[in-house]
């Protein structure tokens, strides 16, 4: 494969999968794995990505957030064992908040509870919420067109009213020592808010999201618990921080 062929296929990689290794990149490419070292550096002098240990990830990732037409297309299963996990926590009468994001809203069809309260920032939640017969409070605010989560000053003011038993949170990073953070700072503080009033708080993360830093802190790790997937590679580090099955 040519050069410039090679290239085109790490930022297309990249662009779907937001992070990709050494062995993923040297498979799709039939290249050694000197030459997609390369390439990673070359592609990262031109700001196209940043190199990370054993691979690569998107460049901006840690200053915008992906589509969620695209997000909901990324790690479908793990966000699937995830959502079972989140949903086997809940129980009848629960008050809870369900944060706006693809691997939230994969928690819904798991929800047969009865008696559910739920506050939501999240657009896409509202409608299958209704379905399954769920009382429902939308956070009003400003919808991003990228997300449809609700954020600004009337979201903050609305979510500091109720108090919730258990608050399930999506981030675009968890790191040791930057904590969970996300691209938007609007965004953290309605996630900080949430935190706050409730009683138990999960943060659901698939693996792509460790060790990545994005723009905006949201709190420390020790806020609440993870929730993510067997098959990460990240467990042992997190240990002391994941709640797993």
Known sequence: MLTIKRHEKIIELLDYHEIVSLQQLMEI???SEST????????????????VHGGATCSVHNKQDTNLAIKTTRFVHEKEVMAQQAAALIEDHDCLFLDAGSST??????????????VTNGLTHVAPLIEKGIRVFMAGGYIKNNTLASIGAEAKKMISQFNFDKAFIGVNGVDLDKG????????AALKRIAIQQSTHCYFL?????????????????????IITHEQNVHLKKYKKFIKVG
């Open 180 to 187: 969970f953070t996300t691209p938007d700072p609007e965004e």
């Open 36 to 51: 997609i070292r390369r390439d990673l550096s070359a592609l990262e002098k031109a700001g196209k990505l940043i190199r």
């Open 105 to 118: 809203l994969s928690i819904i069809p798991y929800l047969n509870q009865q008696h559910l309260t739920v």
């Open 205 to 225: 993360a698939d693996e792509s999201k460790f060790g990545n830093v994005t723009f905006a802190t949201i709190s420390e790790l020790k806020a609440g618990s």
């Open 29 to 31: 490419t039939g290249s």
